[in-house]
């Protein structure tokens, strides 16, 4: 899926194992690019550095078997999986899209933002991270302070209170339109 800007984070994370060879990327999803996704892992010699995954039932122990959340995407809605990411405490590097990791990150407390679609820039956030743990620690800390703005205990009662003004409020009109 293009959005999710796989395309991106492969190079991006091929100028992560120069510096760090131990590191391991896991891609998750399905989509029609999954053929070129495989060859620009070859073209980049990351084969035994990144895997694409597929489809997950077990996503809750994948993210605790993690250190770091990359969000390469080009654009988003309210990421919940990087929210979800957040919530075991995992510091975020992510593409400042138009909307979405912005509207939730705070740009080196939770994690990292980085111009939208700049490889090198990615690369060098993620190197950052990685190669101080004292760093992903602390934005692992404060990542898990900001999920809990996200919680269903926090979000549930906002819709209730929308839900209870739709219903309380007048009709508009009683006419029905039919389009054709």
Same mark, same amino acid.
């Given at each position: 899926?293009?959005?999710?800007?796989?395309?991106?984070?492969?190079?991006?994370?091929?100028?992560?194992v120069?510096?760090?060879?131990?590191?391991?990327?896991?891609?998750?999803?399905?989509? @029609?690019? #999954?053929?070129?996704? =495989?060859?620009?892992i070859?073209?980049?010699?990351?084969?035994?550095?990144?895997? %694409? +995954?597929? /489809?997950?039932?077990?996503?809750?122990?994948?993210l605790?078997?993690?250190?770091?959340?990359?969000?390469?995407?080009?654009?988003?809605?309210?990421?919940?999986?990087?929210?979800?990411?957040?919530?075991?405490?995992?510091?975020?590097?992510?593409?400042?899209?138009?909307?979405?990791?912005?509207?939730?990150?705070?740009?080196?407390?939770?994690?990292?933002?980085? @111009?939208? #679609?700049?490889?090198? =820039?990615?690369?060098?956030a993620l190197?950052?991270?990685?190669?101080?743990?004292? %760093? +992903?620690? /602390?934005?692992?800390?404060?990542?898990?302070?900001?999920?809990?703005?996200?919680?269903?205990?926090?979000?549930?009662?906002?819709?209730?209170?929308?839900?209870?003004?739709?219903?309380?409020?007048?009709?508009?009109?009683d006419?029905?339109?039919?389009?054709?």
């Amino acid at each position: 899926m293009p959005q999710k800007g796989f395309d991106l984070l492969i190079p991006a994370f091929a100028q992560v194992v120069r510096e760090h060879p131990e590191w391991r990327l896991r891609i998750f999803g399905t989509g @029609p690019r #999954r053929g070129q996704l =495989a060859g620009l892992i070859e073209q980049h010699g990351l084969g035994g550095h990144v895997a %694409l +995954r597929g /489809r997950t039932d077990r996503l809750e122990e994948e993210l605790t078997d993690a250190s770091v959340y990359a969000l390469s995407s080009r654009f988003e809605g309210l990421p919940m999986v990087m929210i979800e990411a957040m919530t075991h405490a995992l510091p975020v590097v992510a593409f400042d899209c138009p909307t979405g990791p912005g509207d939730v990150l705070t740009d080196g407390v939770d994690g990292v933002l980085v @111009p939208p #679609r700049d490889v090198d =820039a990615l690369a060098a956030a993620l190197s950052r991270v990685i190669a101080d743990r004292k %760093l +992903r620690v /602390r934005m692992g800390r404060a990542a898990l302070r900001t999920s809990r703005a996200y919680g269903p205990d926090q979000i549930m009662p906002l819709w209730e209170d929308l839900f209870s003004e739709l219903l309380a409020g007048e009709r508009i009109s009683d006419t029905f339109w039919h389009g054709r």
